[in-house]
């Protein structure tokens, strides 16, 4: 059973569609994130959520929403999407409750922007 | 905010010679978080440290913390054609905030 998974794997849209990334994780933590990887491999934060709790939020066009229905679960919408949207974005979890946390990635979800 | 520096951005090297990536921080870390993530793939967490001067070792991969704990270098020993990939580091001193460095991207040819 894949621990954390997103779907879908690839996204392929135009400039101007809203779209939708979904991510689970089945390995009972209490912390998820998201993260974006651009084409030159680096990896920064846009949010992170506790128990459905938002704690971290980046700065991040507000065109990006991220929604947790449950602490297994973190969606995140994207209104209006535009050219420079285009990258890899990863999904992760940890334990949560401890400074000292290791972080379980998902596959990622390739988005093109077209 | 928290800035974890990698170098270098890019490393190619022959099989069987050595790699080291370092990783340096102005300020003080808690922790220090090593990740591989290969070509395609998603970053996989490798160690933490923890510890002042720590060093830990993963086969052919050593991992340092400096005394100062504001520095870190992993080093691969006779590198394979399976070790590439990129490599981040990354600080975990803001609890629910990773802050990764950009990462090293190592090529090894055969």
């Known amino acids: 059973d894949t621990a954390v998974s997103q779907t879908p794997k690839y996204l392929v849209t135009q400039m101007g569609n809203d779209k939708s990334i979904k991510c689970e994780q089945n390995l009972g933590h209490d912390t998820m994130y998201w993260y974006k990887q651009d084409s030159k491999k680096f990896l920064k934060i846009m949010f992170s959520?506790?128990?459905?709790?938002?704690?971290i939020n980046e700065t991040v066009p507000n065109r990006f929403s991220p929604k947790s229905p449950d602490k297994a679960h973190l969606n995140l919408h994207i209104n209006s999407l535009e050219l420079g949207d285009s990258a890899v974005y990863f999904c992760a979890s940890s334990l949560g409750g401890d400074w000292v946390e290791t972080q379980y990635f998902g596959p990622g979800t390739r988005l093109l922007v077209l | 905010g928290q800035q974890v520096m990698q170098i270098p951005q890019y490393q190619h090297v022959q099989e069987g010679e050595d790699f080291t990536t370092y990783c340096n921080s102005s300020?003080?870390?808690?922790?220090i978080q090593w990740y591989k993530q290969r070509p395609g793939g998603h970053p996989v967490f490798l160690i933490q440290?923890?510890?002042?001067?720590e060093v830990k070792k993963q086969k052919r991969l050593t991992f340092q913390f400096g005394e100062a704990k504001k520095n870190s270098s992993l080093h691969i020993t006779a590198t394979q054609t399976t070790d590439v990939g990129t490599y981040f580091c990354a600080d975990n001193t803001n609890a629910g905030k990773s802050t990764f460095g950009d990462g090293t991207t190592l090529t090894v040819k055969p």
């Open positions: 959520y506790n128990n459905k709790e938002l704690i």
């Open positions: 300020t003080t870390l808690s922790n």
């Open positions: 440290l923890v510890k002042s001067g």
